[in-house]
């Protein structure tokens, strides 16, 4: 599958995309230690799980928001629209899923949990394609898609998403 390097500073404008929708790729390669993501800064951001200035997080392919058990103070939340282009999605006015300890996987958002497909053939795994809002730290909406796990070495965890701004 196609790999990305994971990126320096902030998120980019990809060619060929619509109008606001820029891309990110997140180094979550370990197996202990989250990536923390600012939507309003457009880059991982270094704080803890208690704050309020992120709004996602990848460990791998897992995924929290800044809400419910991860974070009790924090608004984020998530909806999964299911399998759409990014420029079709909008964002619901209620819905949001946020994160909570699943007695086997432990603390995740369910409704970003099975953002991937897994082929127990060949051991890859791809994006289901769908599109996901979410309400960040600080109450804004952020459509967003995930595009790849791989990196640019072809190793697994470099976690690529696109995403757009909702404007209120």
Not at 99 to 107: A, I, Y
Not at 109 to 122: E, F, K
Request: include cysteine; glycine fraction near 10%; hydrophobic fraction near 35%.
């Amino acid at each position: 599958p196609e790999g990305f390097a994971p990126t320096r500073g902030q998120a980019v404008v990809v060619s060929g995309q619509p109008a606001g929708v820029v891309q990110y790729t997140a180094d979550a390669r370990s197996r202990s230690e989250w990536v923390y993501f600012s939507f309003a800064q457009g880059a991982s951001v270094s704080t803890s799980q208690d704050a309020l200035d992120w709004d996602i997080a990848f460990r791998r392919t897992d995924v929290l928001t800044n809400g419910g058990e991860t974070n009790p103070l924090g608004p984020g939340g998530a909806v999964d629209l299911g399998k759409m282009p990014l420029e079709e999605a909008a964002a619901p006015g209620t819905g949001f899923a946020q994160d909570r300890t699943h007695e086997e996987r432990g603390l995740e958002n369910p409704a970003l949990h099975s953002w991937y497909n897994y082929d127990w053939t060949s051991h890859i795994i791809t994006s289901k394609e769908h599109a996901y809002a979410l309400r960040t730290g600080d109450g804004q909406i952020v459509l967003l898609r995930f595009v790849s796990y791989y990196c640019d070495d072809g190793a697994s965890g470099c976690v690529t998403v696109q995403y757009k701004h909702v404007p209120e």
